[in-house]
């Protein structure tokens, strides 16, 4: 673990955790662009939907920062509500979703409503929003797992403290501590390949569903591992667990509205007659 910081540009101090998180993003945004590509996104459209989601980038770290000085003022009201820079995760997904989904369909039919308009999710631009639902997850896998690497070298999400082989030296604790980023950062790896094989190799449409529910259920079950200060929500679980438990309802339920919708739309399609 590395914490300490590698260089300053302009007064701001950029460590391993930073750098990470820039490569992720970077790597999410080419990902998203060649999927796009590849996927039948006209040039237009892509620059539209990259210059969105990097905003919806920017506005879920807000959110993450939110969420998670929300949990440490219901944790210990007494210490009033602040905004101490520490993030959650899964209040950033949250955040960055909505985001993005605001500033789509705000550009569709307010900003730019010359646009030709199918319907709420297939609007305008080749494809529509509806096919980032399949691209979308992966994107956010990719991203998520080099995070987790900066966690790492940050000495943060930390597991318990141990003496075993597997433990790594953590400098923010003074001992060594199960890797519970490295194993969740291999986790998302794969998963994100899983996906992608899914996606271009086999065309299924269900990547969305499939990260909601088994990134849900992974987020859940290594709650129990790690030994980070997390702050309170619910008793009993952390913070994380409650969302984790709403991903895996939310997963399987849009398996089922994903089905009824994209039946729908691929049968309007089939009634549009060709000229």
């Not at 807000?62 to 899964?90: C, E, H, W």
């Not at 969305?208 to 679980?237: H, K, Q, T």
Request: proline share 3%.
């Amino acid at each position: 673990m590395y914490p300490d910081e590698l260089f300053n540009i302009f007064g701001i101090s950029i460590d391993m955790y930073a750098t990470c998180f820039i490569v992720g993003v970077i790597a999410c945004l080419i990902f998203t662009i060649i999927a796009m590509k590849k996927s039948g996104y006209s040039a237009s459209a892509s620059d539209t939907i990259i210059i969105i989601g990097i905003l919806a980038i920017i506005l879920g770290l807000l959110f993450a920062v939110l969420f998670q000085s929300f949990y440490d003022f219901i944790a210990n009201p007494s210490n009033g509500f602040k905004i101490t820079g520490r993030m959650t995760f899964l209040g950033g997904l949250l955040g960055g979703v909505i985001s993005f989904l605001g500033l789509y369909f705000l550009y569709v039919y307010a900003i730019n409503p010359r646009l030709k308009k199918t319907d709420f999710f297939k609007s305008d631009m080749n494809k529509g929003v509806w096919y980032l639902v399949r691209i979308a997850p992966i994107s956010i896998t990719i991203a998520h797992g080099f995070g987790r690497i900066g966690c790492l070298f940050a000495g943060c999400c930390h597991g318990h403290v141990t003496t075993e082989w597997y433990g790594i030296w953590n400098a923010e604790i003074g001992a060594k501590t199960v890797p519970i980023p490295l194993y969740e950062a291999i986790f998302l790896f794969v998963l994100s390949a899983v996906m992608i094989l899914l996606l271009f190799k086999f065309h299924m449409k269900d990547n969305m569903a499939i990260y909601l529910v088994s990134y849900g259920i992974w987020r859940f079950v290594i709650e129990y591992f790690r030994d980070d200060y997390r702050g309170g929500f619910i008793p009993g679980i952390s913070p994380s667990q409650f969302w984790s438990i709403i991903m895996v309802i939310g997963g399987i339920a849009l398996f089922f509205i994903y089905r009824y919708f994209d039946n729908k739309i691929e049968n309007k399609q089939k009634e549009v007659p060709v000229e």
